[in-house]
Nanobody, 126 residues
């Protein structure tokens, strides 16, 4: 079983930037796709970004495309989420997740991931 730990939580003003990190232990992640999800109070968990095992495929929903960038460093067993031009509606707890496969044909959803971090809070003020 893999353990995932997110870091980089913070409070930023609208238009600002924040970078989240997700470090893994217990299993090498270099052969698995990785993803980020978020959940705001009273809302369902929402897909934010995913990356294939070698970084060759990237997946984003329209809500963050062009503003968020997912990347990975397999040597460090770490995944990142760079968030730019943040909006108040980006406020949520962000979760890192390890995938069940190396990549996906279409946009993955939460059933395609089998390990989750504890979450880190991102708050964007207007």
């Amino acid at each position: 079983q893999v353990q995932l730990v997110e870091s980089g939580e913070g409070l930023v003003q609208a238009g600002g930037s924040l970078k989240l990190s997700c470090s893994a232990s217990g299993r090498t992640l270099s052969i698995y796709g990785m993803g980020w999800f978020r959940q705001a109070p009273g809302k369902e968990r929402e897909f934010v970004a995913a990356i294939s095992w070698n970084g060759g495929r990237l997946y984003y929903p329209n809500s963050v495309k062009g503003r968020f960038t997912i990347s990975r460093d397999n040597a460090k067993n770490t995944v990142y989420l760079q968030m730019n031009t943040l909006k108040p509606e980006d406020t949520a707890v962000y979760y890192c997740a390890a995938g069940r496969s190396a990549y996906w044909i279409g946009q993955p959803d939460f059933t395609d991931f089998d390990s989750w971090g504890q979450g880190t809070q991102v708050t964007v003020s207007s």
